[in-house]
């Protein structure tokens, strides 16, 4: 009986895999499509969750998806009997380890092609050096605290290989975890940022080699030429690959054009490739994700054939199967093993080991390449950095027997205290310069000014392509005329940094081009920078394209900075709202309100937020076809001034009419209206007085009698509201509408309840209201006032509306 009793828990019973219903008497978890689908269900939910309470702290989701699994096994949840029985019964273990691997071979493929080779072939003397220290030092630490755990809870286990799995998870430095570490902290593109990253790949490859030399000689084989065998074979695999897989996908990369849709048999096919290179590899007694790890570091990384090959794998890998492998992991931890003084002792001296040895290792060498104190211990524990590769390892220690459920326990949990450290320590330790304070040197942070001959630095961001042709038509509308010193324009593409590898091809493009971001470069195919290119060439303004990747919470910063640095007068936003095809406005994403909040507050210059109707149609216009009327809504006060002077300056085109509609209360109403002063400060950013409302229009009054571009209207109001809507009436064919986001007089205060919009300000929101009747687009424009705050804005940023 005790016999037969074994054999059933050692071979559990047979799953059908899809079941006739409830009504037909099935319980659907005893089927195994079902219940897998429930497992990832819980999975996904629950280390989503986690996720976003680790956010705040500036986690990792890797993190979030180690803690996940713990808690699913039987280290919390797993505790219960009647859940693990239910959720997790250990005849869908097989289904479920069987998607986790699957998942595993593909995310280690998408690994691959996150490494570049050619950048690991010009790896300094300095990056070099500390990933070697980084490697043989926790390499050797981690074989002497194996002896340790031998002669305490590792009894009877084969000595070398137990000796090459504790090195190698000592001295592994999870490369994906670490560029987005840096990334979030704005460290991708320093000093350290770049000697980490480029360490951080070379570890990366020597740890798989050491990996695949762990596997080999942790064979079940008795005779040791077996393992020999199997190393051998694998170097084999890997030399062959080499000379087929490159030339191959450099074939199919020449066939892949920038903005054409990869065709669908060259994505199968290298999909086809990963799994037969998988087989191949585990047919070889090392593993099948060692071979698609091969084919990504294999596959070149020039043209857009990469890119779109991660477009098409990463999602469904990185949210649905590869969160089953932490599960998988996680049912395998019991942290419940650590048990008594010498297991925990044993727990902290791991920890220390891991951290000593990569800390002091790369600490040393930073030193004694002359690289700051501070920065070579921020460097440290960058690279102390653990991540997925080092559940790989100690997962196949598991599974090969290496390693006992205690030892595997206590692994997991310094490879979960060794990142979690890494972000909060680096923050401490080390913070680069965010602004430059030389005030001085920056004196143009308005369009406003007295000498209109200075060149003028306009910032303009952009989300995606779509936008581009009404943002360069605006740019050609704003170079005025040939004169002074002319236009000057920094064109920014906003990307989100996420946990997708895509991001983190986009952070190579970063670490190859520049400070802080990547510049237009003529290698570079990239539809964004080809556009700004041809309108350079055609209008002769000055633009340079750039790129910045950080996360939606954070992308604000890089915008204010970016404007420093470049010393911009303006910075335009694109508003977060996109028109329809019906003509109305649908927010896309609501989180880029919150980005235009953010920066209308920190910006150190004026701000304008474009609200893009289709000015000049759906493509680029020429500088002889421009012909747009441009109006101005003047009802007094900086901002309004501000947007004047922009006006102005446009008026220079000779396409160009401008019509300045200056509102004036009328001398019926003025006993009617409690006058209140809105902008009563008269002084601008370096202190000087600037000039008032009636002067600037008493301005305006005599240019329009020399200047046929430019029309005064005077309009007297008696309803704000009618005979502001009435002015809009008249013009509502025109092109463009330039407004201040917080006029000033009795007027506009008349009209401020009505708006809907804070970051647009009454005005702006009427013009885009559904009852207004023009469909122009709109210009909205905050003057820099020097105090770091806006008007209604001021508590902005921790609110993220979502309209």
Request: net charge neutral; hydrophobic share 45%.
């Amino acid at each position: 009986m005790a016999t037969n009793s074994s054999t059933a828990q050692a071979c559990p019973a047979f799953m059908k895999a899809t079941s006739n219903g409830v009504f037909q008497g099935d319980n659907p978890i005893d089927f195994a499509l079902p219940l897998a689908i429930l497992q990832i269900v819980i999975v996904v939910l629950l280390t989503r969750l986690l996720a976003y309470l680790l956010r705040p702290l500036r986690q990792p989701r890797v993190i979030a998806e180690v803690i996940g699994g713990i808690m699913l096994g039987p280290s919390l949840l797993g505790r219960s009997k009647g859940f693990l029985d239910a959720v997790f019964p250990k005849k869908s273990l097989t289904v479920l380890e069987t998607l986790a691997n699957l998942g595993l071979l593909f995310f280690l493929f998408l690994a691959g092609l996150e490494i570049d080779t050619k950048s690991l072939r010009n790896t300094g003397k300095k990056a070099l050096g500390i990933a070697l220290a980084g490697i043989s030092l926790p390499f050797a630490l981690g074989i002497g605290s194996s002896f340790v755990l031998r002669a305490t809870i590792s009894k009877g286990v084969d000595s070398v290989a137990f000796l090459i799995f504790m090195g190698v998870a000592l001295s592994i430095t999870a490369f994906p975890v670490l560029a987005r570490i840096l990334a979030e902290l704005k460290l991708l593109t320093t000093e350290i940022g770049r000697l980490a990253m480029s360490a951080a790949a070379v570890n990366d490859v020597a740890a798989w080699i050491l990996l695949a030399l762990a596997i080999a000689l942790s064979g079940s084989g008795t005779s040791p030429l077996v393992s020999l065998w199997v190393f051998l074979a694998g170097c084999a695999f890997v030399v062959i690959a080499s000379c087929i897989i490159p030339p191959v996908f450099r074939w199919i990369a020449r066939r892949c054009h920038e903005g054409e849709p990869i065709e669908e048999t060259y994505i199968c096919a290298t999909l086809a490739v990963v799994l037969v290179c998988g087989f191949i590899t585990d047919a070889i007694g090392i593993h099948s994700m060692f071979g698609a790890f091969v084919v990504g570091v294999l596959i070149p990384k020039e043209g857009p054939f990469a890119g779109a090959l991660v477009e098409k794998v990463e999602d469904l890998v990185s949210g649905l199967f590869l969160p089953l492998y932490f599960v998988a992991s996680g049912l395998k931890t019991n942290v419940a093993t650590i048990q008594g003084a010498q297991s925990w002792g044993l727990l902290v001296l791991v920890t220390f080991t891991a951290c000593f040895g990569k800390i002091v290792g790369t600490l040393g060498v930073s030193l004694a390449f002359k690289i700051p104190m501070r920065e070579a211990v921020a460097l440290g524990f960058l690279m102390n950095t653990k991540g997925l590769v080092e559940l790989i390892v100690l997962n196949i220690g598991k599974d090969r027997k290496v390693l006992n459920d205690q030892t595997f326990a206590i692994m997991v949990l310094m490879a979960l205290f060794t990142t979690f450290i890494t972000t909060p320590i680096v923050m401490a330790v080390y913070k680069p310069a965010r602004r430059s304070k030389k005030e001085g040197e920056y004196k143009h942070r308005t369009v406003e000014r007295d000498n209109k001959n200075t060149q003028l630095r306009i910032l303009t961001c952009f989300h995606g392509a779509g936008s581009i042709p009404s943002i360069i038509n605006l740019l050609e509308a704003s170079r005025g005329i040939e004169k002074g010193e002319g236009l000057c324009v920094y064109a920014l593409h906003l990307r989100e940094l996420s946990e997708r590898s895509s991001a983190i091809l986009m952070v190579h493009k970063v670490r190859k081009n520049g400070m802080p971001f990547w510049n237009r470069s003529m290698n570079n195919a990239d539809q964004v920078v080809v556009a700004f290119q041809a309108f350079q060439q055609l209008s002769r303004v000055n633009v340079r394209p750039m790129t910045a990747i950080s996360s939606m919470s954070d992308i604000h910063e890089d915008i204010c900075t970016t404007a420093a640095r470049k010393r911009a007068s303006i910075v335009i936003l694109p508003f977060h709202k996109h028109q329809q095809l019906d003509g109305s406005l649908e927010t896309t994403r609501g989180d880029y309100r919150w980005v235009n909040r953010r920066v209308l507050v920190e910006a150190p210059c004026s701000v304008g937020i474009f609200v893009d109707r289709g000015l000049g149609g759906s493509s680029q216009v020429s500088a002889q076809d421009v012909s747009y009327s441009v109006v101005v809504l003047f009802f007094g006060g900086r901002d309004d001034r501000e947007a004047l002077a922009y006006g102005l300056r446009m008026a220079e085109h000779p396409g160009i009419s401008l019509t300045i509609f200056w509102f004036v209360t009328s001398p019926e109403r003025v006993g009617e209206i409690t006058r209140v002063e809105v902008n009563s400060n008269n002084n601008n950013e370096n202190g000087k007085n600037i000039k008032s409302d009636e002067e600037v229009m008493s301005e305006i009054r005599k240019k329009s009698s020399v200047d046929e571009s430019v029309k005064l209207v005077e309009k007297r109001v008696e309803n704000a509201v009618v005979d502001v809507r009435s002015a809009i009436e008249e013009m509502r064919r025109s092109n463009l509408f330039l407004v201040g986001r917080m006029p000033g007089g009795e007027i506009a205060l008349a009209i401020r309840e009505n708006s809907e919009c804070a970051e647009l300000g009454p005005v702006g929101s009427l013009l885009i209201s559904a009852e207004s009747p023009t469909k122009a687009s709109v210009l909205v424009i905050q003057q820099y006032n020097g105090d770091g705050t806006a008007p209604d804005l001021a508590s902005a940023g921790s609110v993220l509306d979502t309209d």
